[in-house]
């Protein structure tokens, strides 16, 4: 599976924007980009997914690099909710399926 | 849409007992469902992908005698922690694929987990 780098930990302050960055220099033409999160002792939630294009959700925007080998999650105004650990992870689509969590972000909001 | 439940959320046992996980697709079917377990602090390792029908594929160093998986019906996957020791304690997570948009999606749906505390 291919791997994603993420850094360990981001704070942001609440109402403003958080870009919370994923490196992914070894994908190959057919992995999905996928972000998940998961709050505080619950399982995790799909964010959003992309393959080349930026895609919107109602919960977050991902860029993507014109290269692929990078992605930006981007949550336009963060909340006290929005506190939990972001994993950007790769998945063929098709493929095996499974989803390999590495150690992602934990994302802090200060009210 | 797309709920998944886990019965039950927290269970305490004694070591040698066994105990069983449920995860249920609540409005979707799932013909492939999938067991994590996640350590404190760590992040959640895959243990099986189990298919509706078929014998469950376990990830490497995971015995499959010891946590056996069920999945008998598109809605419906067991985990069954066999002989439980203090060193299974974990949060075990399940997650299900939609059967339906198979093939437009591969977004899985997880199940808010399962504390299991063996003393």
């Known amino acids: 599976d291919a791997k994603t780098t993420q850094p360990n930990s981001m704070e942001s302050n609440e109402e403003e924007p958080v870009h919370l960055p994923c490196n992914h220099s070894?994908?190959?033409?057919?992995?999905?980009i996928h972000w998940y999160r998961q709050l505080p002792s619950q399982g995790p939630e799909y964010v959003i997914h992309?393959?080349?294009s930026n895609v919107n959700n109602r919960m977050a925007s991902l860029a993507i690099a014109e290269d692929r080998k990078s992605s930006t999650l981007i949550l336009h105004r963060a909340t006290l909710r929005d506190a939990a650990v972001y994993y950007c992870i790769l998945l063929i689509q098709g493929g095996s399926e499974k989803l390999v969590f590495g150690k992602g972000t934990k994302l802090t909001v200060n009210p | 849409g797309a709920v998944v439940s886990q019965h039950p959320s927290r269970v305490i046992c004694k070591s040698g007992t066994s105990v069983k996980i449920e995860c249920r697709s609540l409005?979707?079917?799932?013909?492939?469902m999938f067991w994590y377990r996640q350590f404190p602090k760590k992040s959640l390792m895959l243990m099986a992908t189990?298919?509706?029908?078929?014998?469950?594929?376990?990830e490497q160093g995971v015995e499959k005698d010891k946590f056996l998986i069920n999945h008998a019906s598109l809605t419906l996957s067991t985990l069954t922690v066999t002989s439980a020791h203090p060193e299974d304690s974990s949060f075990y997570i399940c997650s299900a694929r939609d059967f339906l948009r198979q093939g437009f999606t591969d977004t899985q749906y997880f199940g808010p987990g399962t504390r299991l505390t063996v003393l």
């Open positions: 992309g393959l080349t």
């Open positions: 070894t994908i190959s033409g057919t992995d999905y």
């Open positions: 189990s298919n509706e029908g078929s014998k469950a594929t376990y």
């Open positions: 409005d979707f079917q799932a013909t492939t």
